[in-house]
């Protein structure tokens, strides 16, 4: 999906256990987001960057870190997992033409 | 904060019907407005964007409306085809923060 990637594409996870996802750009651009997706609710900005270093906190970001070390990577931390962050999660990088996004993350928590 | 609101869950056209999909935004702070299809396990596709100094802006069988008065977006979808079925998003921004907020989506069927 034009130099987006994700990883892993499905994870299940007990409750309590760390989990990270990671959303791999090969575009060098500037911004880039992380969205879950649930029933209902469409998409919902957990964090986003805008910069090495640089980032910034969405509508749902409790319970959630994030961390970019280099432009290409943005990586999406659970502390502690629960049964609410059931989801599929977005990375989304903005391009020239609107945003890309990837093709999701879908993330079990039991 | 920004809420997006759309008129109806779910559309069902016959194809090759005109589709129109309605979108209502609530921050007139918001000064670029994208459309997105999203197919069944997979992540949204950018369709069409619009800036806010254009009210209408026409792409390949789609055009996009901007009632920047009454904050509403449209989304029409010309001879409407079975492959045009998928949820659809609007996602306004406000440029300073550069952060798209999505609705629900709605769901478009096309009858055979």
């Known amino acids: 999906d034009a130099g987006i990637t994700q990883s892993p594409r499905h994870k299940v996870t007990e409750t309590g256990t760390p989990v990270t996802l990671r959303c791999h750009q090969t575009?060098?651009?500037?911004?880039m987001y992380w969205y879950r997706q649930d029933p209902g609710h469409g998409l919902r900005l957990i964090h986003y960057?805008?910069?090495?270093?640089?980032?910034d906190k969405g509508e749902v970001s409790d319970g959630y870190s994030v961390s970019r070390s280099k432009t290409e990577d943005f990586l999406l931390t659970l502390e502690s997992a629960t049964s609410s962050q059931t989801s599929v999660y977005f990375c989304?990088?903005?391009?020239?033409?609107?945003?890309?996004f990837g093709s999701g993350t879908r993330l079990t928590v039991v | 904060g920004e809420s997006v609101g759309l008129h109806l869950p779910t559309l069902s056209v016959q194809e090759g019907d005109n589709s129109i999909i309605n979108c209502a935004y609530s921050?007139?702070?918001?000064?670029?407005f994208i459309w997105y299809k999203q197919e069944s396990g997979k992540g949204p596709q950018f369709i069409i964007d619009?800036?806010?100094?254009?009210d209408k802006r026409q792409g390949q069988r789609v055009t996009v409306l901007l009632n920047k008065t009454v904050k509403h977006l449209s989304l029409q979808i010309a001879a409407t085809q079975p492959g045009d079925s998928a949820v659809y998003f609007c996602?306004?921004?406000?440029?300073?923060?550069?952060?798209?907020?999505f609705g629900s989506g709605t769901r478009l069927l096309v009858r055979p």
């Open positions: 960057s805008y910069g090495v270093k640089d980032t």
């Open positions: 921050n007139s702070a918001s000064d670029y």
């Open positions: 619009i800036r806010s100094n254009m």
């Open positions: 996602a306004p921004r406000e440029d300073s923060s550069y952060k798209l907020i």
């Open positions: 575009e060098n651009h500037r911004y």
């Open positions: 989304a990088i903005q391009g020239n033409y609107g945003y890309t």
